[in-house]
């Protein structure tokens, strides 16, 4: 026999695996390989997953069912892919078993067999194997990989949000202030990134962090999938692996000794310590010599597999950002002393804007930076008492006093810390030496989440305990006394005296979107944001105050916040039109090619023309139209698309050994990335539109102009119930997130961003439908209609 074969599935269902069980016996009797399951494998007095993972190294070519996205298998598909094995996968045709298998499509670069019986998947595979290269797919992949870095690590986190999962997200912040590289693969920034995204990942970094989710939650069969076969890929290379998973988390036998169980958090914090400390010391030691070295620049020879674009989201490459970040109009207004509310939908740049614009002015040092990221911060228990004080005077009041006391405690911790490194330190009897002090004596110098905790907790004991017959004032004398006393009134103080001589102060507040969840509480999240808004103006006119007191301190507040959220926000506000908004699009064709131009640059020697990349490693055309065009009429108009977009063309071109990227490459780059832009979407707005998976799949194999009466049908297939009025209301919500366009004039469609266009969009659609005597019509985005399969309208 020429080959040795091992097959990974699952035990149930029964009836797939005795399918698989039959093939393997055809296998072996056609006499074309020794063919083994994982059942026949013995593992007396050794773990599972070990006599598993021994019997891959021993095979040449390795058969996995995936049918039901076992997390076992999974495992041992990331191993034998790492091992350079001859992989095929097999899926057991059924509806729910291809809808599985589309809506996880990670390995869309692996060959997969659909088959019924034993003996077509036997048939299939033998056939498949016997006409195949001896290049295995780790070989074209491996021709991207970066370097290991020293200090790096991979984290990927889960979909829901769970005390795990904050703490989680806070240590891992923690690390990257002290400089570690992190590397993190968040389904809601980034969605379902490419396979090859996944291996030079954790390639290239020293550990990898995972986490499981827990079975009650949304999504976590395809979360648990995927970080399954990423652990088993970690196992193989032979990185640090950490498996974080909360209590409720059922997993597969073989895992269990390879999971770390969340309890609290002060035992995850010294396992995390202890796993990163080793990590990183092993690697030193198995590399002594290494060090930073500075990139070369590439010479123009360097062939295509070696075309470095940086990552497409923002918060994974704040390093070299400086070295192509693109410098707009709302980048500027950043960097100008005013303050200002920066609105724009994921993907269009602002966390890029923000990580740069702290770069740039912490560059100057008679400037103070303080970021704040909600993920660092649990907004769901002020929410809560939000929610419990219902509609009465109360909450604007609690949300004032919240901000007030979140952003002058953020500016003094930020002011303490800046001092400390120094090389003089901080000198007794300073006004620096004062605020630490106070803070210390306030119990302010812990993280901030754990003060946020204990206010809530304070702040709900005291609403059971407030008399009902308490007057308003004297009800918001509590809260206030509860939230923060006259700290903050004292912090006004100590700050003035501490940052009087600072050029500014800088408040830069992104990713608020992370409280936006899927509840009956969007009133009370939508109030609490709103009162953000619109104390960003009176603190930074309370800082401008100055008398025998109080010092002034000149201080600026940007705020980051993605646009569907604004635009309902705003609808709380009671004087929208004094919230200073500027919102971040990239309409401009030629701006938005500034964005891989400037990337491609970075690695080019000075000089060269930015028309290079398209003339030099593009083909000029694609169907008859200009390269560039037929990529910008195929994606989202975001920088995180063109950059997503742009990588899998070239890992294509790359992974087929062209020496350019040809149409063939250009046409598989819409199947990664329609993929991408559907998961992003999923990600991205499934907390706000009910149903949005299940709607968003009955568009699969439909045309992409549809009336309205079409419209609707689908969306009500989708829908569990709520008839027309609900499908009504998905129908708005689709058209807000620009999955569906609105046919303004005949063949002229627009893809609103703005709740003001689409209001415009709406009523020239209805004279446009009056006109022309028919239903007004709407158009799927060319993004998402490669991966659903949509044909053009006839």
Known sequence: MEHKVFLGYSKSPADVSQEIQHATNVINRSGFAEAQTWEATPATGRLIIETVLRAIDDSAICLFDVTTLSENVLFEVGYAFSQQKHIVLSVHRTPKSEHDWRAFDIFSTIGCIFYETGSELASKFMTGMAAASEKTLWDDVSQALDGHSRNSLFYVPTYHTSEAERNLRRMVGKERDLGTKVTIADPAEQGSAPLAWYVNAVYSSTATLLQMSAERHDRNRLHNARTAFIAGLARGLNRPLLIVVDEEYRGPVDYKDILYTYHNKKKLSEKLKDWLGKAFEGWRRENPQAAHLEV???????????????????????DTLDEYFVETAEYEAVLRESSVVFVGRKGMGKSANMIRASQALGDDRRNLVCLIRPTNYDLDGLVDVLHSLGGDGNQSFLVESFWRFLLYSEIAITTVAAAERLPAGISPGTPVAHLRDYLEQNDISDEFSVRLERV??????????????STIQKQRERIAQVLHGNIVGNLRRLLGDALRDRHRVALLIDNLDSSWTKSGQLHSQAVLLVGLLGAVSRIAEDFQKENNRLQSVNVTISVFL????????????REPDKINAKRIDWNQPELL???????????RPAGTSPDELWQKFFCAEVNGVPTMDHIFDTILPRPRDLVYFCKAAVQNAANARHSIVDENDIREAEKTYSKFAVDALLVEYSSTIEHLEDVIYEFTGSQDLLSRSAVLMLISGGLEEGGSEAAEGVLEGLLKISFLGIEVRDGEIWYPERADQLRKGKILARKTSRRENREERYQIHPAYRNFLEVEPWA
């Open 456 to 469: 809530i907790e304070g702040e709900l004991a005291e609403l059971k305990e407030a008399p009902r017959q």
């Open 562 to 573: 993605r646009s569907d959220i604004y635009d309902e926000v705003i609808k709380e506000a």
């Open 296 to 318: 070369p620049k590439m010479e123009l020879a360097t062939e295509l597999k070696e075309l470095k674009f940086g990552e497409y989201v923002a918060e994974n490459e704040s």
């Open 593 to 603: 090619k500034r964005v891989m131009d400037e990337r491609y640059l970075a690695a």
